[in-house]
């Protein structure tokens, strides 16, 4: 009887100790959940880009968690992808790309104050801390602002990181004011199209150069006077401006030094200023860095519901596609901007 005893305790105690393991070790959700993302494991080709299921971000105390309706396609992303900005984000693969997204916010941490969950949202994310191409991402409450009301997610998704560059560009740079006059370098794309409206909304005259097929394009946008840089030279129309904004660089930037008057400024978000040529003319320059600023998203926010900006997505790619969307970006021959469109737009 004793060694029968025995017999069923070994037979039964594994059964016993999985039950017990069972009942004392129960993982979190935020441990368990899966979500789709677009993850790249090393610097490459379009061919390191790779939609895989990964965990779920978990929020620390000072962020939220974001449910990614839209997300935007940068020319960023594909520097980073390539390697060109290797020297600031380091080697910390596996890395998930896209620097701004629209959505709902899933989760908060117990220090963010300003958002609850279910609110709609944009964000901008830093280099440090991007993560648009996924199903859910984590943010810090000073790179988020509420959603503009009246556009969809897939519009407010294209604004964050263009939309900040043009505004820090314009206002917070260049203090761009009624009566100036600035000249605005590939106006069609995704800086340039909301450069040209929040220009104009601040009173300037704006010039802006585009291909010929784009013509049509930036004078909807607002453009007073639009030069198609494959026809004509863009010194030959534009003299004397306050502000140039180079989007396209090199020898576009050598050439616009002489067009500015004296004491206006070039900023140029492509390509470095050479500072004889702006001594030689009088006038000042830098290049330009945007960074994440709740504030600046809250102020483009209120242009958009205004009807002062209007955000143009092109196209939208599915996540599965997420080597074409940055294929098509790295043309430089984008009007407006690209968006992945993540899930379904909500409805209202």
């Not at 607002?222 to 989007?247: P, Q, R, S």
Request: aromatic content about 6%.
């Amino acid at each position: 009887m004793f060694y029968r005893s025995r017999s069923i305790l070994a037979l039964v105690a594994p059964i016993l100790i999985c039950l017990t393991l069972l009942v004392f070790y129960r993982p979190s959700q935020a441990q368990t959940a899966i979500m789709k993302a677009v993850i790249i494991h090393s610097y490459g080709g379009p061919d390191v880009l790779k939609v895989e299921d990964v965990h779920r971000p978990v929020p620390k105390e000072d962020e939220m968690l974001i449910r990614v309706i839209a997300a935007s396609v940068n020319p960023v992303d594909v520097a980073i992808r390539k390697s060109y900005l290797a020297e600031l984000i380091g080697n910390k693969f596996p890395l998930t790309l896209g620097m701004d997204a629209a959505g709902i916010v899933e989760k908060t941490g117990a220090k963010i104050t300003k958002f609850k969950a279910g609110d709609p949202v944009y964000a901008f994310f830093t280099l440090a801390n991007e993560g648009g191409y996924a199903e859910f991402v984590t943010a810090k409450e000073n790179e988020v602002a509420s959603k503009p009301t009246t556009v969809t997610y897939t519009q407010a998704a294209a604004v964050p990181a263009a939309g900040s560059t043009a505004w820090q560009v314009l206002v917070d740079v260049a203090k761009l004011g009624a009566g100036q006059t600035i000249l605005i370098h590939g106006g069609s794309g995704g800086v340039g199209h909301f450069a040209i409206q929040i220009a104009k909304a601040r009173g300037a005259k704006v010039i802006a150069t585009a291909s010929t097929t784009n013509q049509d394009f930036i004078k909807k946008m607002g453009a007073d006077v639009t030069i198609d840089y494959t026809k004509t030279k863009f010194e030959e129309v534009a003299k004397d401006v306050d502000v140039v904004l180079d989007m396209v660089g090199r020898e576009t930037l050598k050439r616009s030094y002489g067009v500015v008057k004296k004491g206006g400024i070039i900023v140029s978000i492509v390509d470095d200023v050479d500072q004889k040529e702006l001594d030689a003319h009088g006038i000042r320059g830098m290049t330009f860095r945007c960074e994440p600023k709740a504030s600046v998203l809250e102020d483009l926010a209120q242009l958009i519901d205004a009807k002062k900006i209007i955000p143009v997505v092109s196209q939208t790619f599915p996540l599965s596609e997420v080597a074409k969307a940055q294929e098509q970006i790295a043309t430089r021959h984008t009007r407006g901007k690209i968006v992945f469109q993540i899930a379904d737009e909500p409805k209202t």
